[in-house]
Nanobody, 124 residues
């Protein structure tokens, strides 16, 4: 069965950095689009970044230039490296996957499997 387990969330000061990890198991999924999403308290879930089977990465406007998504296919880990974190980056961060070659940054409704989330708090 598909498994996604996030880790790496923490509390940091503005301007700090964090790397989130998502250990995954995707048995039988030949094509996959993986993404990172976040949900701030009282706000809707938003897509942060996506990574396709073809190694194409995409970012939301807020993540572009500050976040980097990558995937280690040997270790089976999806990463989100975050730099210059700001209070508005606070929230629960989720890893998700869909069995498709179409891989856009979106709200996530089309993603089939989700992890349990890891919390990121940015405050001084």
């Amino acid at each position: 069965q598909v498994q996604l387990v996030e880790s790496g969330g923490d509390s940091v000061q503005p301007g700090g950095s964090l790397t989130l990890s998502c250990a995954y198991s995707l048995p039988g999924m030949l094509t996959s689009c993986m993404g990172w999403f976040r949900q701030a308290p009282g706000k809707e879930r938003e897509g942060v970044a996506s990574f396709s089977s073809g190694d194409i990465d995409r970012y939301s406007d807020s993540a572009e230039g500050r976040f980097t998504i990558s995937r280690d296919k040997v270790k089976k880990v999806l990463y989100l490296r975050m730099y210059n974190l700001q209070p508005e980056d606070t929230g629960m961060y989720y890893c998700a996957v869909r069995s498709s070659s179409l891989c856009l940054v979106s709200g996530g409704d089309e993603y089939e499997y989700w992890g349990q989330g890891t919390r990121v708090t940015v405050s001084s």
